[in-house]
């Protein structure tokens, strides 16, 4: 079972995000405060969770925590700032937009930029440790997932709806095949030859 709060702060908003290692479409962060009575079983890390299971906790998540908000960072900023600074900024902008602002933040992971003077603590494998980032894991997963389902109606032969992005060997193939789109990760090692110069 994970614990609720990692802090004394009533306001604890947890936040984790979701398409870093993706080689198209956007990196996607949650942010949630819980309340103090909630509980969930099934609740944990959503790599851990089958696709049912994190689409039966979504609408659970969304109906009953304080507040939530979700924010994409798409591939053309992806680009310009590069992932990490891109992770961070989807986290931030997921905070920045919740009803109620947070007295204490916890970070899935080990790299957080300060928000506002808020406190945070950055926590590893935080999504597998505590409610509030399990479920922010949970949002980021499933709303980016249904944006590169979206997609995949546009350009099919990459199997987004699948793969979600990720560089499995049919995408690297298809890149290989059809070349990248505007979804795509123009910053990004596309393809594993991309290094070598033909002399």
């Not at 506002?116 to 926590?123: L, R």
């Not at 505590?130 to 995949?152: E, G």
Request: glycine residues 4%.
């Amino acid at each position: 079972m994970l614990a609720l709060n990692h802090s004394d702060f009533k306001l604890e908003c947890g936040t984790d995000e979701a398409g870093r290692g993706c080689l198209a479409g956007p990196v996607t962060a949650a942010a949630v405060i819980l309340p103090e009575a909630f509980e969930n079983s099934i609740l944990n890390d959503s790599k851990q969770l089958t696709e049912k299971k994190r689409d039966l906790l979504k609408s659970i998540i969304e109906n009953e925590s304080l507040t939530f908000s979700v924010a994409h960072i798409f591939q053309e900023e992806i680009d310009k700032i590069n992932i990490l600074n891109a992770s961070i900024l989807a986290m931030h902008k997921s905070i920045e937009s919740l009803n109620t602002a947070p007295e204490f933040i916890i970070v899935d992971g080990n790299k957080f930029k300060p928000f506002k003077n808020i406190p945070f603590e950055t926590i590893i494998k935080g999504d597998g440790k505590y409610m509030s980032i399990a479920a922010a894991s949970v949002l980021a997963k499933t709303h980016r997932d249904a944006y590169m389902n979206a997609i995949h109606e546009e350009y099919p032969m990459y199997n987004w709806k699948k793969n979600k992005g990720y560089p499995t060997a049919e995408h690297r193939e298809a890149i290989k095949k059809y070349g990248i789109t505007k979804y795509h990760r123009k910053s990004f090692r596309l393809l594993p030859e991309q290094l070598k110069l033909n002399i």
